[in-house]
């Protein structure tokens, strides 16, 4: 399968009609396309499987050009197509996909499908244009690509991620399938499976007329079978379960060493929080100290007050010359009585007289001398609580500060553990996980041998069953005939799959050389790619020191290498003309991500590329176009650019 | 009605003042824990500031001193209701008279200017501690700040030798 040209009307990005040819030149047989991300690189990949298959990996499942869109009024239609020429197995084919679609006047959904998917094939013959009927769609398509094996050919860039990813992670066995759809190990396959059931059906033949027990026996070896079956599917579940649980502990591992730092640091960040929570407790005993010296602040601000009062009040000569709790009357009462409290008498004229009366003037009611004194000994109290009153509350302020700033640079010394811990994991919960891990690997190896031994014990009775069987039958002619010919089916049943599993081995061990061989011509002996029975790749370091390079390089390499091997491989066989492996050329049109390669690499991509398949198209970035164009330049046979007018996400033109 | 006897009442903005006053800040702390203790400290910051205030309903808020509460703080109420007296030179030139106002007219007929003059000073106190105190602040983490700043202000303009003041006590004793 050759591709020719691709026109695209209404597609995403590719406004209006559009078309794409591409070089079929056996000499110039590379086109270019050049285009900054976001100009439908990816677009474009996905178009060819749009085409062929009704499938998109988009997330908006809406085709319809968004800038056609802007331009239609409420229930127009407009329709989306994609029509591939490509010549197969020498007859040109047209495929055609198109779809309706219906503006509408809401906003939350402003366009809407219109009918279904239209699919056509057509092929020149003759000079005449032929359709291929509507009920032979999907087989013609089978025959031309299969789907399962269009993701081999058609590759954008995050595909390459993930397919190699699966393929280093030992999930193989879907590109296994591929390889021997590829290499024609398809028709064995089918060979092999038809003589299964033939076996099977041949059971069901005995006669049982001349023995219940043949009855008998054939329905236990059938129970067997069955059981037999059912543990063969459960052992390939364990191991794909092996393979999954192998891999996540490994991951956790590796993130375990990586994240051991955080065991530190999250040790670090607890103690910090334990330590602001300490200085929060002790900030509000500061403050509450401080708030307690403050209830002496009356009496502190009126100190000023006091001082000018008590001045004054000496100045005056307003002091205190009463007799604490002497008032008028005692004095009355001591006059009267003739006789004064220390025993002298007091008479009208004597001095003791002449001094009580004096003292009139200074009790009360006439004198506020009492008043004075009581407000002096206020003053010494209130001076009294007073004193250390600033003191106290400044030296409690200094506590608050310094608790302030110990606790800011304690959130700050968080924040910075913070930090260092963002992006790592819990160890502890990662330790934990692991456990759950392996105990679930030794689950599944316990599983595993009692299914195996299981199966054993299985095996060993429905073979003796079998034999038992096979006695009884041999006593009846017909039973006897049936038998014979089962025997032969079973022969061809052995033969056949003996020279599959030597052809596969065969085939698995020149795919492991070819990919090794494009591997190293791309990369340095370095490494080594070893391809397991389930075409699981291992990449081997085969001497130390290694390149460089990320491993997205090495893994986009690995992909690279395997597609260019089956590719380079289908090619060959297709030459041997008796060869039991026939199968057509394909074309290679890949997402070429040469910025994640260094220079030498690109050199070695760009010049084991054009030779390996007899068709390459590749994306590649603007920025790459001149490293393209000095290692690739006398293989390039078109040259396309898709560029994005103002940088529109919603328009790209091709010239 | 007599001052300091019965219940006490702040109106309009000075009562919404006081509440702020005494309102929970960060870590349930309070500037002033109850209204009673603004009252002790609002006439001497009011008369220091040289700050009076009118009284206002404005906004309709209130706020109470039960009586309970004055009785007890009677002592320091008084004493502050004398000091001003005795010093208020603009209220009252002659000091015999600031005298008879500080020591024999408070409860009578003829101190019903004089209690307005304190009532001012109240008022006008805590206009000066709102001012100082909450007004400043972005958050409650400032109050403590305003706080010693506040205190350390005052320090630094009316800090007083204590010593001198016990020895003009001893001198008032003749």
Known sequence: MLLKSLKLKDFRQFKGEQTIVFSDDPEKNVTVIMGDNGTGKTTLA???????????DFDDKILLCKATLRDMLPGQTEKVRAELTLTHKGTEYIIVSEQQYRKTDKSDKPVEVAGQRGFTIMYKQGGQVEYVKQSQLDGRMKEILPFELARYFFFDGERITVMSKRLSQGKGDEFARAVRSLLGLDAFTSAIDHLKKTIKDYDKKYDARSDSKIEDYTYQISNFEQTIELIEMRL??????????????????????????????????????????????????NITGLLSALKRAPAYFAKKMMRDSLQQLTKTGKTDKSVPFVNAETIKYLIERGRCICGAEVCTGTDACNTLTELFSYVPPKSIGDSIADFREKCKERVRISESMFDDFEAKYADVCACDSEYAEVLQDIADVGKQLLGMDDVGKLQADRKRYETNLRGLHMEKSDCERRMGGLETECKRVETERDKLTLKDDNNRRVTIYKAYAQYMYNTLLEQYAEEERKIREELEETVNDIFHSLFDEGFMLELSERYDVNVILSDFGGSSETSTAQNISIIFAFIAGV????????????????????????????????????ENVCDVLPRIAEQVIIFIKDTDG??????????????LTFHAPNNSKTETYVS | MMLFQGQYWFYGTHADKVKKLTAEFVGKHKLFSYNHEVYQLAPIVGYLYN?????????????????????????????????????????????????????RFYGTDKAAMDEELYESYVRGGVDVLYEKLIEPSTSPDDYIKNLYEFMEDFESRHGQNTKEIYDLCRIARS
């Open chain 1, 626 to 639: 001149e490293i393209a164009e000095e290692h690739l330049g006398n293989r390039i046979g078109r040259r």
């Open chain 1, 236 to 285: 390939s579940e364990i191991a794909d379960e092996e393979v999954l649980v192998t891999e996540r502990i490994g991951d956790l591992q590796a993130a375990i060493e990586k994240n051991k730092k955080s065991e530190e640091l999250a040790e670090r960040e607890k103690k910090l929080i334990s330590r602001r929570d300490a200085l929060i407790v002790q900030k509000g005993r």
């Open chain 2, 51 to 103: 700050r009076k205030a009118a009284q206002n309903r404005e906004g309709g808020s209130d706020t109470s001193i039960f009586p309970d509460q004055i009785s007890n703080n009677k002592d320091v109420f008084q004493f502050n209701y004398q000091l001003i007296m005795l010093l208020d030179v603009n209220h009252e030139a002659s000091f015999d008279a600031r005298v008879d106002k500080a020591f």
């Open chain 1, 46 to 56: 996905q178009a060819f499987t749009w085409c062929l298959y009704g499938e998109t």
């Open chain 1, 567 to 602: 590719i380079k491989m289908a090619r060959e066989s297709q030459k041997e003309e008796n060869g039991l492996l026939v199968t057509e050329p394909y074309p290679f049109v890949m997402d070429a991500p040469l910025s994640s390669f260094d220079k030498k690499r690109i």
